[in-house]
């Protein structure tokens, strides 16, 4: 029989492993109704604020929902709606590997920890779709394109998208990198192809999805989250403005006064002397 104090060391041990195993991937900081989370055999709960993301597991906004994910170093993911993300933390006793947040489909905004406190390094490799990007100090909106026979003439080709909006990073695929500059979008379109800078992209493409009611001011466009989320909006032409001809009033002629006449008060026989 082992020694009592041996039995507690082995079962310490073993709290500990199984806790340094079962550390969370991601915090939800907030999570809208109908945000779903999906364990790695399938079974799906619904995400409420403060639960814990595990390794391999899947959170998926519907449309008309947003949530938000704190990442272990503090990083931030902003899932927008009719999203999907997975975040997998390294294999046990490989700590050196940093977490690896895959966007499967939808929009998010991503936020570097060193953005956020200048102190702490960003830990983590974001995976959209097939572009691989690196950040620094970095916000940045990155966006994934299924491809979609449905989608209309002029919808954002399938592929991976990422506009930085502060800071650094790049972007990598196919043995071919190119860093990223604020404003820029970058595109990679499929698993073996470089990333290219566009010059430009439909405007709605980082769009959170909220859907728009009508008013005055919007009448004629397509609302966000209307239809697919890369169809770029359709605006109305507008009527232009009737603007009245403009009526010529005739002023009347303008009379100079009449001098004004003073009475003589000194002659010089008929010459009035003033």
């Known amino acids: 029989m082992k020694p009592l104090w041996i039995a507690s060391y082995a079962l310490t041990a073993l709290v500990v492993h199984s806790g340094a195993a079962?550390?969370?991937?991601?915090?939800?900081?907030?999570?809208?109704?109908?945000?779903?989370?999906?364990?790695?055999?399938?079974?799906?709960?619904?995400?409420?604020?403060?639960?814990?993301?595990?390794?391999?597991?899947?959170?998926?906004?519907?449309?008309?929902?947003?949530?938000?994910?704190?990442?272990?170093?503090?990083?931030?993911?902003?899932?927008?709606?009719?999203?999907?993300?997975?975040?997998?933390?390294?294999?046990?006793?490989?700590?050196?590997?940093?977490?690896?947040?895959?966007?499967?489909?939808?929009?998010?905004?991503?936020?570097?920890?060193?953005?956020?406190?200048?102190?702490?390094?960003?830990?983590?490799?974001?995976?959209s779709g097939n572009a691989t990007v690196k950040l620094k100090a970095a916000d940045m909106e990155s966006a994934v394109v299924k491809a979609n026979d449905k989608s209309p003439a002029g919808a954002n080709a399938p592929g991976s998208y990422q506009r930085l909006v502060v800071g650094s990073g790049s972007v990598s695929n196919a043995d071919a990198a190119t860093a990223l500059k604020a404003g820029q979008v970058n595109f990679v379109g499929a698993p073996n192809t470089a990333p290219v800078n566009l010059a430009t992209a439909s405007p709605n493409l980082f769009a959170t999805g909220r859907v728009t009611p009508p008013t005055a001011a919007n009448q004629g466009t397509t609302p966000k989250g209307a239809g697919s989320s890369s169809t770029p909006p359709s605006v109305a032409t507008p009527r232009p403005a009737v603007i009245p001809p403009t009526v010529r009033v005739p002023l009347p002629p303008v009379v100079p006064p009449a001098p004004v006449v003073k009475p003589c008060t000194r002659f010089i026989g008929k010459t009035c002397i003033q």
């Open 22 to 127: 079962a550390a969370p991937a991601g915090t939800l900081l907030f999570a809208q109704p109908g945000t779903t989370i999906v364990g790695t055999t399938g079974t799906t709960r619904a995400a409420t604020k403060g639960d814990l993301l595990q390794s391999g597991e899947r959170l998926l906004t519907p449309p008309g929902a947003m949530s938000q994910v704190l990442l272990p170093d503090g990083s931030l993911i902003g899932m927008r709606p009719d999203s999907e993300v997975r975040i997998d933390l390294a294999p046990a006793g490989s700590d050196s590997k940093p977490p690896v947040v895959s966007l499967m489909n939808g929009t998010a905004r991503v936020i570097s920890a060193d953005l956020l406190d200048a102190k702490k390094l960003p830990n983590f490799t974001l995976q």
